[in-house]
Antibody, heavy 117, light 107 residues
Framework: QVQLKESGPGLVQPSQTLSLTCTVSGFSLTSYNIHWVRQPPGKGLEWMGVIWTGGNTDYNSVLKPRLSISRDTSESQVFLTVNSLQAEDTGIYYC???????????WGQGVMVTVSS | DIQMTQSPPSLSASLGDKVTITCQASQNINNYIAWYQQKPGKAPRQLIRYTSTLVSGTPSRFGGSGSGRDYSFSISNVESEDIASYYCLQYDKLTWTFGGGTKVELK
């Protein structure tokens, strides 16, 4: 069945780089776009970026200098990298899939990331 | 990036009430707006896409409308299971944007 699951380190030191993986099953990354969203504790959702079915990427303009999204279609994995982490990057990071238009049906469970020394 | 101004940030409702949440975009988003529900500790769930199209499984008491820059989301006959946070999302451009969210509480 369709699943998305985020994984990565729960704790990262300030100024370091965060690397997260979204592992999907039940569908192909060449058929669905994969987005990353994050949510600081007690706050709202922030769209971070997307890797489209063709492999192109688009990013939140504020985060763009620090953000990279890539994928390995053979392993059904999408990767998120965030550089120069600060405390404000603490939060839950989600990936979700999107097909036509704005339709999104499956999300990962989210992974909590804490930026602290 | 397009900015989405969502209001109110929170509201209190009694069971059976109708509530309305609005989102205003910084530019015309051509009806490309979706609405999500998020309950504590859970991932968001899409309820509506393209302004007013209910996603499969969304109860009919949820609705959406609007055009241009201004959009609204409503819940008629609020039920206890509707207590959650709600977010709009614009997807008119290649970069998407969420609204700030509205927390719906029971009065």
């Amino acid at each position: 069945q369709v699943q998305l699951k985020e994984s990565g380190p729960g704790l990262v030191q300030p100024s370091q780089t965060l690397s997260l993986t979204c592992t999907v099953s039940g569908f192909s990354l060449t058929s669905y776009n994969i987005h990353w969203v994050r949510q600081p504790p007690g706050k709202g959702l922030e769209w971070m970026g997307v890797i489209w079915t063709g492999g192109n990427t688009d990013y939140n303009s504020v985060l763009k200098p620090r953000l990279s999204i890539s994928r390995d279609t053979s392993e059904s994995q999408v990767f998120l990298t965030v550089n120069s982490l600060q405390a404000e990057d603490t939060g839950i990071y989600y990936c979700f899939r999107n097909s036509y238009g704005g339709y999104s049906d499956y999300w990962g469970q989210g992974v909590m990331v804490t930026v602290s020394s | 990036d397009i900015q989405m101004t969502q209001s109110p940030p929170s509201l209190s409702a009694s069971l059976g009430d109708k509530v309305t949440i609005t989102c205003q975009a910084s530019q015309n988003i051509n009806n490309y707006i979706a609405w999500y529900q998020q309950k504590p500790g859970k991932a968001p769930r899409q309820l509506i896409r393209y302004t007013s199209t209910l996603v499969s499984g969304t109860p009919s008491r949820f609705g959406g409308s609007g055009s241009g820059r201004d959009y609204s989301f409503s819940i008629s006959n609020v039920e206890s299971e509707d207590i959650a946070s709600y977010y709009c999302l614009q997807y008119d451009k290649l970069t998407w944007t969420f609204g700030g969210g509205t927390k719906v509480e029971l009065k």
